[in-house]
């Protein structure tokens, strides 16, 4: 035992000592609110005065948001990143996305990723279409977090398609801009999903994988930190994007 506790601290020094990795982080936010919809998955709400400290950290530390379109606009060789790029993204579509978070958002000049899920819309608690419509039209990029919220890697490949597409063609013919990019339930992802989303025309998805992101980077399998209600505020918060970065590194080595 003494053993494997050695070995692992020198393998943390290790990669303590490794120089910064380059790229970009992606947060990964459910709610903004202080009342969550199931009390036993607290762990999936983040209080507004925490979000908003949180926000005010990142503009004082120089991240500029930015949406993955904008990401795949410099991939395809328009335009350059900004100076330190950050990603927000939000999943499931609560409604506090909107009435809480938006205000937050829009109060520090910051821009999100809102994924939905497309027969959850219009319900209690969940966004409307109208909604999106204004959230897109206010700068936010809407994705896609499939039409049902079930595990892709869990379907056979027909309902995998239908999933995918389902939700995508139900928003575009509701009337909102072309959906570009996906959110894998419960972060459950492989390289045939990948194959239908480009098929699908999606040109990003997102994964629950700690790491950062490059221009390099699979636009199919882009990392994420999850952004849980912190119990130890902004050091939580920080230790998150430290978490990123550690991860970042590990599959570096
Ligand atoms: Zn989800």
């Known amino acids: 035992m003494r053993l494997i506790g050695v070995a692992f601290l020198i393998l943390t020094a290790i990669i303590f000592l490794l120089p910064e990795p380059e790229g970009f982080p992606i947060l990964e936010y459910h709610q903004v609110t202080d ?4 009390p036993d998955f607290e762990v999936y709400n983040v209080p507004p005065a925490e979000f ?9 530390a120089g991240y500029t948001t930015i949406t993955l379109q904008d990401f795949m606009r410099v991939v395809h060789g328009k335009g350059e990143l900004p100076e330190k790029p950050i990603v927000l993204t939000f999943d499931d579509g609560y409604a506090d996305n909107y009435s809480t978070m938006l ?3 829009e109060a520090h000049n910051m821009t999100a990723v809102v994924y939905v899920i497309t027969n959850e819309l219009g319900k209690k608690n969940y966004l409307t279409l109208e909604q999106l419509k204004d959230m897109q039209r206010r700068g936010i990029e809407i994705g896609s977090h499939t039409a049902d919220h079930l595990p892709l890697t869990s379907l056979d490949k027909n309902a995998q398609r239908r999933q995918i597409s389902d939700s995508k063609i139900f ?6 801009q072309t959906i570009y990019s996906l959110s894998y339930p419960n972060g459950a992802f492989n390289s045939e999903l990948e194959e239908i989303l480009r098929e699908e025309n999606f040109l990003t998805a997102v994964t629950g994988e700690a790491g950062l992101n490059t221009l390099a980077t699979n636009p199919y399998e882009l990392c994420r930190v999850h952004i849980r209600k912190p119990r130890f505020g902004l050091t939580e918060f920080k230790f998150r994007l430290w978490k990123a970065k550690f991860f970042a590194k590990l599959r570096a080595l």
């Open 52 to 60: 908003a400290a949180q926000l005010d950290y990142l503009a004082a």
């Open 103 to 105: 205000p937050i958002l």
């Open 171 to 176: 928003l575009e013919w509701s009337g909102l």
């Open 35 to 38: 009342e969550p919809l199931d």
